[in-house]
């Protein structure tokens, strides 16, 4: 059965509920939990009232910021609100990722791609774990993401790692760590956001070239939080599932608008998908 859009945002309230923690960091200035450390003062700046972070990107270089703290299991919700029009080339990105080897890297990737006018962006969402990745699923977003602000979420415990638009669950990735299959579980990650050029494979495989005399190209993030917790702290963080209602948003969120999953990539996997994508 579909669900309407009222069901589907009514959603919100469940899952929050469902993994929400008992502690949570939300700063008077965004600039408080987070810092331009790519482009700065150029490319990368704070509003005057310290709630949006502007990233921009030209021929001469991207931006992007990071977060001061280290997590390790948090949820991360961020308003972005993406470049307008004709950004065909360009990426925005909001991203754990681990610190140390790279070679054993950890990471949780959101990646707007680009779109030439009138084509919706696309979110690409992909997992890194002990440095190994390809595990990519796309989706087409139900609104413009450039017209306000949306909320976008990563949602990392121990039970499984969860991305959220507007609070609906649109993928999840469980530990099944306990049969075999690798999970990030042991690296401390930092949030990074960045706006830059990938115009070689972004829109259309790279079809598509940024057009420059469209630039400079702006995105905006605003309302940073960050929620943690610890085993025994309560509150439901690390052993609550999503119930019925958020995995049929689930369910509908992924047969509507996942236009690529690498579960179902036959080309790459002939003789059979990865584990994790047939374990319950």
């Not at 085993?231 to 689930?250: I, K, L, N, S, V």
């Amino acid at each position: 059965m579909a669900l309407s859009s009222k069901q589907v945002h009514a959603c919100v309230v469940l899952v929050v509920l469902c993994i929400a923690a008992r502690t949570a960091a939300a700063w008077g200035r965004i600039d408080d939990g987070l810092e331009v450390n790519w482009g700065r003062g150029s490319h990368g700046t704070v509003s005057a009232d310290g709630q949006v972070v502007s990233l921009s990107l030209d021929r001469n270089s991207g931006s992007g910021f990071r977060s001061k703290d280290t997590y390790l299991y948090a949820r991360i919700d961020l308003q972005i609100k993406l470049a307008p029009g004709n950004s065909a080339g360009t990426v925005t990105t909001c991203y754990f990722l681990s610190e140390g080897s790279w070679a054993n890297h950890d990471e949780i990737d959101l990646e707007f791609l680009g779109n030439s006018t009138g084509e919706p962006y696309t979110l690409h969402t992909n997992v890194y774990i002990n440095g190994t990745g390809s595990k990519e699923q796309q989706f087409h977003l139900w609104f413009d993401p450039t017209a306000d602000f949306h909320t976008y979420s990563i949602v990392w415990t121990p039970l499984h790692l969860l991305v959220l638009v507007d609070g609906t669950p649109i993928r999840e990735l469980k530990n099944h760590a306990d049969r075999g299959v690798a999970y990030p579980s042991w690296q401390r990650m930092r949030l990074y956001g960045s706006l830059w050029n990938a115009e070689d494979w972004a829109t259309q495989g790279g079809r598509v070239k940024t057009d420059w005399s469209l630039a400079p190209f702006v995105a905006q993030y605003r309302n940073f939080t960050a929620t943690t917790s610890s085993p025994g702290a309560g509150g439901g963080y690390y052993d609550q599932e999503m119930d019925a209602t958020a995995q049929q948003a689930m369910k509908w969120a992924r047969g509507t608008y996942m236009v690529y999953n690498y579960c179902a990539d036959s080309a790459r996997f002939p003789y059979g998908s990865p584990p994790e994508c047939y374990m319950p």
